[in-house]
């Protein structure tokens, strides 16, 4: 696997596109007939239609929208979703109403956001809509603290099933589904997030399917053009503001008579975020040092860095729509994203309480300590060696989705062919520096600090001896000798990383449906579909050296740039170490079981056959809608991945990859019931039953392990981790109750409880393993203690467990308060607060760098709270939103040091956003508007802990973002 492979194999990876599916006869057969079915089909009498009603008032889906009186006469249609859309409202309301009609007339408890909505709150990333949703939470970026990632009812991002117009998607994590800001608000006309699923949908989730949906230009009245551009100022209230630009562009029209179609939208930012500065202290831990013949508490150690990030993108969707005849639509959709960020991270960090175990850092001395219970709060300590830190991660990430629907109507059957094939790459790099005194430099530093009282670590001051803006101090350097033993030194003067990550997705979708009139069954659907995914990660890291190579090696830092170290106001010197390597460093690539537990590759296969009734009937007096059906669902899934039992070193040559692959094939059956009562008087009761699933994240699927013998023990003992192919899927039964009260289209109250049994969950855990199928005559035991030469030790990786329940409640009101007074004409208020409960526990002595002494966690991504509230005004051409979410703590994700997503304890928190926007009516401007926007108005932080939420020990103030722009329509 040597470097030069590496990169070849990724370049073939970036510019193949494969396009190819291993369809059998059958499947290949029926896709065909449908396409040359459509030329000779004959019209059917049609029934009468109602317009389903859409929000385009957005750059993506519309500005203008014509009128009954304005829109020209359609021809007949057989598909219910193609009528021209009615829309006797703009503005605000228009998404809301829209959003109101989709949740009413949905057979499943759902969520719903239209485009207006998405275009008019004041948001930047579908996340942060989506988020105002009942139940629905947004994790924000540790780095750039954009929403990036949905939690619902309490459940992990990674059990939401994301689709894209209904289809499954690759991604460029190592989860299944992409990250939201790879979304750009602009082109998206519309979200549906169901709650209950049906039969029907594809790719659900064990917590929620969220269906993010472009616009269809069939759908609309006439030709559309809108553009859109905004300017921001980004990290307001903080060091330093940042600023960016955004434009969009949408383009929809209808030819020939409405028969052919096409919607396109562009769109593209550039924005450089404000100056963060941060502080982490080490997980707030502490140490006992002596003095004065006693131990006493003083801080473990600190990393405070100023950072700043980049963000670009460029997306594009395009829509073409074909119908020659009222029984016949071709639709294809296309989707491109593709970005560039960037994160600048300058500062500072040292071991005080003890050394970094490096091989140059002696233990210190304290001085001049004032002690209070036990606690040094304030002191010196000697032998200092403190590290500048110059660090830059960039990548660049890529996602492509197509896909071709045909829908035929033949007599009673409505039939459809669906293909997707969807590709999504991501290529990092990740360079970080140091700088400070050499390995060999006498005499060292000194550090001294105020206002500790064994709790408070972002409230200490800190200062040192030698001043680290000077370059003849801050030298680029291995200043701890983080690397080998003290008889195999190995010079690191820094590290590079660059994994690879590339997802391949391709489907094939079969579906039949007709009227029946068999008791309270209305209609039947059947259905199949094909999935076929391929996933794999790879890239080479190591060493960074000074040229040469030599132990003390060390080099002035380029430039002139100084700043400062996060929050402790320490002075430092800067660069941007990019392109460095040849001119200031050299490689030593690195390759040792941790490495190669990270080169792996995972082959799935999902086979789906699905057959549901609608139903329609009477009940108790109450009529009833809804549908009930089967999922029938074959899974094979293969885990490729290295075994490192012969690794003696860290070298290619030393530490032997060995390619090891492992598979498993299983079934799994889901049945669902969803029923919708008339309870009259516009009210509504839903109840939804179902087996639901979420399987893995790919990255736990990945075969082989890595593992070495721990010798920082009394008794050595082999230790190891890796994935496991062998993963089932998480597995519940879940049950819905909502009552719903709506008045007329306008708006509605809602009361809903959900209960989840799991079945099965996912932990990653250790356990004792026996390692002797890894192991070969070379592979190193232990030599000493109680294990010497023992093959049976500790290996730590996802396994499945069982048991435990999710339950909770959610409350919402969305009505315009014009229902309440007349005075109060043009205001509304929407507001939902969720509450979730979770009888299951993790033990966290699995999980990487969760920061408490607990023995057991709570399950990821579960907030108990989450509250929301927006207030509008529109009338006259103005619209003014004010709008706020609100959750409680939460075990959340974040990305370590070597680019493994690990859990964090994240405080909670409130956002409050603003927006103002006035639209002129009439005159030769008509149709233009501007607007102004606030984002994190309240300047919210972000805050890690341990397993008190007093001791903070990471804190971000991303500040305000503002927006300036305007949208015109025509």
Request: glycine fraction near 10%; proline fraction near 5%.
């Amino acid at each position: 696997m040597n470097a030069t492979a590496t990169r070849a194999t990724q370049a073939r990876r970036r510019t193949a596109a494969t396009f190819a599916f291993p369809l059998n006869p059958f499947a290949a057969g029926c896709a065909v007939l449908l396409s040359v079915l459509a030329g000779n089909a004959y019209a059917q009498a049609s029934g009468s239609e109602e317009a389903t009603p859409v929000a385009p008032n957005t750059p993506v889906a519309a500005a203008t929208v014509q009128t009954p009186e304005e829109a020209p006469a359609a021809a007949p249609t057989a598909f219910p979703n193609s009528a021209v859309s009615k829309v006797t409202v703009t503005g605000i309301r228009t998404g809301i109403e829209a959003a109101i009609s989709i949740k009413r007339n949905s057979n499943s408890i759902v969520e719903a956001i239209s485009a207006e909505d998405i275009g008019k709150l004041p948001d930047t990333s579908v996340a942060e809509s989506i988020a105002r949703l009942p139940g629905v939470t947004a994790q924000r970026s540790r780095g750039s603290g954009r929403a990036s990632e949905i939690s619902v009812r309490g459940l992990s991002p990674s059990f939401n099933g994301t689709l894209l117009n209904g289809r499954e998607m690759a991604s460029t994590g190592n989860a299944r589904n992409p990250e939201f800001d790879l979304f750009p608000s602009e082109l998206m006309g519309g979200v549906v997030i169901y709650k209950t699923p049906d039969a029907s949908v594809i790719g659900q989730g064990l917590a929620a399917t969220i269906d993010l949906k472009t616009v269809q230009p069939l759908d609309f009245g006439k030709r559309v053009i809108a553009a859109n551009y905004k300017r921001s100022r980004l990290g307001v209230r903080t060091a330093e503001e940042g600023s960016g630009d955004r434009v969009s562009f949408s383009y929809i029209d209808q030819f020939a008579d409405r028969k052919f179609g096409i919607a396109l939208g562009i769109t593209s930012y550039d924005e450089t975020g404000g100056e963060q500065r941060k502080f982490d202290a080490w997980g707030g831990n502490t140490a006992a040092l002596p003095f004065n013949g006693q131990n006493v508490l003083v801080p473990l150690g600190f990393t405070a860095d100023t950072e700043s990030t980049s963000h670009k993108r460029d997306g594009a969707f395009m829509s073409l729509q074909f119908r020659p005849n009222r029984d016949f639509r071709s639709t294809l959709d296309l989707f491109y994203s593709a970005g560039e960020t960037g994160l600048k991270r300058s500062g500072f960090e040292g071991a005080v309480g003890s050394n970094t175990s490096g091989l140059y850092d002696p233990a210190g001395v304290l001085q001049n300590v004032v002690v209070q219970n036990g606690v040094a709060t304030s002191g010196t300590l000697t032998n200092y060696k403190g590290v500048v830190r110059n660090h830059v991660e960039t990548s660049e990430d890529d996602l492509k989705t197509v896909g071709w629907k045909n829908e035929l109507k033949l007599g009673d059957w409505s039939t459809s062919a669906d293909i997707t094939w969807s590709k999504a790459t991501k290529l990092s790099a990740r360079y970080e520096t140091t700088a400070g005194l050499p390995g060999n430099a006498n005499p060292l530093d000194t550090i001294s600090w105020t206002g500790f009282n064994g709790g408070n670590f972002t409230d200490v001051a800190w200062r040192t001896g030698l001043n680290y803006s000077d370059r003849a101090v801050a030298q680029l350097t291995d200043v701890n000798g983080w690397s080998g033993t003290a008889t195999n030194i190995l010079p690191q003067a820094g590290y590079l990383a660059q994994p690879y990550v590339e997802d391949t997705l391709k489907a094939i979708r079969l579906n039949a449906k007709r009227p029946v009139e068999w008791g309270p069954m209305s209609a039947v659907q059947f259905g199949y579909n094909f999935t076929d995914r391929e996933k794999a990660r790879s890239g080479e890291e190591g060493r960074l050296e000074i040229l040469g190579g030599a132990q003390f090696a060390a080099q002035t830092m380029p430039g002139t740039g100084t700043g400062v170290a996060g929050t402790t106001g320490l002075p430092i010197a800067t660069w941007n170490p990019s392109g460095s390597l040849g001119t200031v460093y050299q490689l030593a690539t690195k390759v040792n079981a941790d490495i190669l537990t990270k080169f792996w590759d995972v082959k799935e296969t999902v086979q789906t056959a699905y057959l549901m009734g609608d139903l329609n009937g009477e009940l108790f007096g109450f009529e009833y809608r809804g549908n009930v059906g089967t999922q029938f669902v074959h899974t094979k899934q293969t885990g490729g991945g290295y075994n490192s039992g012969n690794c003696t070193g860290e070298t290619a040559d030393a530490c032997p990859a060995v390619r090891v692959v492992d598979s498993v094939s299983y079934w799994d059956v889901l049945p669902s019931l969803n029923l919708s009562f008339d309870l009259k008087n516009d009210q509504v009761l839903r109840m939804g039953l179902a087996q639901v699933l979420s399987r893995p994240n790919l990255d736990d699927l990945r075969g082989g392990i890595g593992f070495g013998v721990n010798t920082g023990v009394t008794n050595p003992f082999i230790s190891g981790g890796g994935g496991n192919p062998g993963l089932k899927p998480f597995k519940a039964k879940a049950f819905d109750l909502s009552y719903e009260k709506y008045f007329a289209k306008k708006g509605y109250v809602s009361a809903a409880v959900f209960y989840k049994k799991l079945d099965t969950f996912i932990l990653r855990t250790p356990s004792e393993y026996d390692f002797a199928p890894w192991t070969t005559s070379t592979t190193p035991l232990p030599t000493t203690g109680d294990f010497a030469g023992s093959t049976v030790g500790v290996l730590n990786r996802p396994e499945n467990g069982n048991g435990g329940s999710i339950k909770g409640y959610e409350l919402a009101v969305n009505i315009p308060l014009n229902m309440v007074s007349d005075w109060l004409d043009g205001f509304g208020i929407m507001a939902n607060h969720s509450f979730t409960s979770s009888a299951i526990d993790i033990p966290a002595l699995g999980f990487g760098n969760v920061q408490t002494s607990a023995q057991s966690i709570p399950l990821p991504g579960l907030s108990r709270k989450v509250s929301n509230l927006r207030v509008y005004y529109e009338k006259y051409g103005f619209q003014i939103a004010a709008a706020a979410r609100k959750r409680s703590d939460f075990l959340g994700q974040s990305p370590d040091f070597s680019d493994t997503l690990q859990y964090t304890f994240v405080k909670g928190e409130t956002i409050v956003d603003f927006q103002l926007s006035y639209e002129i009516q009439s005159g030769f401007a008509k149709g233009l508007s501007v607007f102004a926007q606030a984002n994190n108005w309240n300047n919210a932080p972000y805050q890690e802990y341990t397993n008190s939420s007093d001791s903070i020990t990471r804190r971000v103030d991303y500040g305000r973002t503002y927006q300036f722009g305007a949208n015109y329509k025509f």
